[in-house]
C-alpha cells in the first residue's frame, strides 16, 4: 500500500471511529456526515471524497458490525470439538451475548429498530448479515445428520410449509436439512436473538441475575432442535 493509500485508509478509519460514536451518542437516525467531519477538523464537503452519503456510512457500519459478530461466534465455534453438537450451540449463543453487551450500540444497529429513510443494500449486507446463522444452520445439518433431532409436535408442518422456501437459498446448498428441521432451527434462533435483546434493552425490568436467565433461555432454545445424548430420535 502506497503513502496515499495508507492516508486514504487511516482517514476512512477515523471516519468510522467517530461515526460510531456518534452512533452511540445520537443513534442511527442521528447520524450525519457534517458532524463526522466538523469532529474530524474536516471541511463538511471533503468527507464526500471518503463516504459517499449517510447512507453508505450507515452500511459500512452495519457490514462492520455483522463482521464483528460473526468473527466472535465463529472463534468460540471453531473451539468446539465438532462432534460436541451441545458445546457448539452454547458457544455460539454465548459469543452472541457477550459481544451484544460489548457492543450495544452496534448490535442495536443490526438488530434494534429499522433507520428511516435508509434501506440496506442487499448485496453488500445480506452476507454478513447471515454469517453467524449460516453457522448455525451446518449446526443444525450436523444435529439432522447424528439422529439427535427430537421427536415431531403439533404444528410442526404448519411450520415448515411457511419456511420451505427458504431452503432454495445458497445458505442450504449440499446440506440435509428438511422444512421442519428448518423451522425448528428458526425458532431457536428466534428465542436466542430475543434473549439477547431483551436483556440488551432491559425489557424484562430488572433481573436479579440476567446471565443465569439468558442461560436458561440459551438451554430452552437448544430443547428445540437438539435432544440430550442418548436420547436420540
Request: aromatic residues 6%; proline residues 5%; negative net charge.
Amino acid at each position: 500500500m502506497g503513502v496515499r493509500q495508507e492516508r486514504r485508509a487511516a482517514i476512512e478509519a477515523d471516519i468510522i471511529r467517530v461515526a460510531r460514536e456518534h452512533l452511540a451518542t445520537y443513534g442511527a437516525s442521528g447520524l450525519s456526515l457534517r458532524s463526522v467531519a466538523k469532529e474530524l477538523g474536516m471541511v463538511s464537503s471533503g468527507i464526500y471524497r471518503y463516504v459517499a452519503s449517510r447512507d453508505e456510512l450507515l452500511t459500512r457500519l452495519i457490514v462492520r458490525a455483522y463482521t464483528s459478530l460473526a468473527d466472535a461466534a465463529a472463534a468460540a465455534h471453531s473451539a468446539v470439538p465438532a462432534e460436541d453438537l451441545d458445546g457448539r450451540w452454547n458457544a455460539v449463543g454465548r459469543a452472541m451475548r457477550e459481544w451484544a453487551l460489548a457492543n450495544p450500540h452496534d448490535f442495536a444497529l443490526v438488530y434494534g429498530s429499522p433507520v428511516p429513510d435508509y434501506a440496506a443494500p442487499g448485496e453488500l449486507t445480506t452476507g454478513p448479515g447471515t454469517a453467524v446463522q449460516a453457522i448455525l444452520i451446518r449446526l443444525l445439518d450436523a444435529v439432522r445428520r447424528a439422529r439427535r433431532l427430537p421427536e415431531p409436535i403439533a404444528g410442526d408442518g404448519i411450520a415448515g410449509r411457511a419456511v420451505g422456501d427458504l431452503l432454495t437459498g445458497d445458505l442450504f446448498a449440499g446440506l440435509d436439512i428438511d422444512a421442519r428441521t428448518l423451522a425448528r432451527g428458526l425458532s431457536a434462533w428466534t428465542l436466542l436473538l430475543g434473549a439477547v435483546t431483551s436483556e440488551l434493552f432491559h425489557q424484562l425490568g430488572p433481573v436479579e441475575d440476567p446471565e443465569a436467565l439468558f442461560e436458561w433461555h440459551l438451554a430452552r432454545a437448544r430443547d428445540i432442535f437438539l435432544t440430550s445424548p442418548g436420547q436420540e430420535a
